[in-house]
């Protein structure tokens, strides 16, 4: 072993203070000790997903982990559990057994305010029915994550808008859009806040294929962007194939296709 000299084991503990370690063990051996850094959670991880309605399984033993910049498609018979399942992996509706973990957070060790919290601002949802609010216009349906995060961007809302093929209809009343029109909006809403786990169910399903196209392009690019995770419900084939994976969901389970 080489011999360090005064001004080395100076050196080796200054590192060893700097990492909170023992300088003692020498000279050597410390200027080999550095910070190990934790991986990052994934953005989401699902285990051992069980949901009952009354007595009838709906699935059971769903895993699922998805990886910040992840596409997975879910696909599956009508039926088979899969809105509700998004609706779990969203923690707005409770597993039988299992746990869901978003960024690291199991839903079931959050209050519900603090759930409430760490949805809207880390979860954007595109949701089969759309949910845009009747009252708002597009622009204000479009900007609500945001404001309901107290920081609006009516810059933002107006790019998304765009990008969704909707420039010029931010002051329109959902009533006065088609469904097509609509489900745009549900998901520049879903975007708007740069959220880094986003649940889109069957967000093409109003579309004509090239907007469908379009859409899914902008959702893949965005959630790219933005090192988000993206879960899509999907029946259509041609969305499933722009994943990065997609997987059937049975009642068995989650298996790859
Ligand atoms: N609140 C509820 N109470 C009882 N049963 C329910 C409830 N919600 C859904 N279900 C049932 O759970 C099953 C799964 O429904 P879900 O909507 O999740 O299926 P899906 O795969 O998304 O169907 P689709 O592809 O047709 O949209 C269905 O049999 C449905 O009838």
Not at 83 to 101: I, K, M, P, Q
Not at 192 to 221: F, K, S
Not at 223 to 229: L, P
């Amino acid at each position: 072993m080489r011999c360090a000299g005064h001004s080395g084991w100076v050196a080796a503990l200054r590192i060893a203070a700097l990492h909170r370690c023992d300088a003692s063990a020498g000279y050597t051996a410390r200027m080999d000790v550095r910070p190990v850094p934790d991986a990052p959670p994934p953005c989401l991880q699902a285990s051992g997903l069980v949901k009952r309605y009354g007595d009838a399984v709906v699935f059971a033993g769903v895993d699922l982990a998805v990886a910040a910049g992840e596409f997975v498609a879910i696909v599956g018979e009508s039926g088979v559990g899969k809105s509700t399942l998004l609706n779990c992996l969203a923690g707005l509706d409770a597993v039988d057994s299992g746990r869901v973990c978003v960024l690291g957070r199991d839903w079931a060790a959050l209050s519900e305010s603090r759930a409430a919290a760490w949805r809207r601002t880390h979860l954007g949802f595109v949701f089969q029915a759309f949910h845009v609010l009747p009252h708002l216009t597009v622009a204000q349906n479009v900007g609500l994550p945001l404001v309901l995060l107290g920081r609006p961007d009516a810059a933002r809302v107006a790019a998304l808008l765009d990008a969704v093929g909707l420039g010029g209809m931010g002051e329109r009343l959902p009533q006065t859009l088609s469904g097509g029109q609509l489900q745009r909006v549900a998901i520049a809403r879903a975007l708007a806040h740069r959220p880094r786990l986003i649940l889109a169910d069957e967000p093409t399903g109003n579309l004509d294929p090239r907007t469908a196209t379009q859409v899914l392009a902008l959702l893949h690019a965005q959630t790219r962007a933005q090192g988000a995770a993206l879960v899509l419900v999907t029946h259509s084939h041609a969305a499933a194939e722009r994943a990065d994976r997609c997987l059937e969901l049975t009642c068995n389970g989650m298996r790859p296709l």
